[in-house]
Nanobody
Framework: QLQASGGGLVQTGGSLRLSCAASGRTFSNNCMGWFRQAPGNEREFVAAISWNGGSTYYLDSMKGRFVISRDNAKNTVYLQMNSLKPEDTAVYYC?????????????????WGQGTLVTVSS
């Protein structure tokens, strides 16, 4: 129901735009989030956006580099990633939350996409 796309291989300093399209139901009343998981690491929060886009949250290391946005008419959430670093390499997952207000907590998300791989080369 959530399909993430846009991952790929990029050089350090490059940019990628991830998309997460919902199908089968609408998530326009739900917060949406992006998480990532690098090999051997736990899944971690990246960014979240409230149901209407009025509030956004980022992991500190992403502030100023990543931008989360949503288009409820298209049932799609985006993650614009700039100034990418090798440590950003991970599988990125989008998720729909249980509430309308944005959350940084993984446990508050109950619908998950399949993930898209981002690889940043040095």
């Amino acid at each position: 129901q959530l399909q993430a796309s846009g991952g790929g291989l990029v050089q350090t300093g490059g940019s990628l735009r991830l998309s997460c399209a919902a199908s089968g139901r609408t998530f326009s009343n739900n917060c949406m989030g992006w998480f990532r998981q690098a090999p051997g690491n736990e899944r971690e929060f990246v960014a979240a956006i409230s149901w209407n886009g009025g509030s956004t949250y980022y992991l500190d290391s992403m502030k100023g580099r990543f931008v989360i946005s949503r288009d409820n008419a298209k049932n799609t959430v985006y993650l614009q990633m700039n100034s990418l670093k090798p440590e950003d390499t991970a599988v990125y997952y989008c998720a729909a939350g249980r509430t309308a207000t944005a959350s940084t907590r993984l446990s508050q998300y109950n619908y998950w996409g399949q993930g898209t791989l981002v690889t940043v080369s040095s």
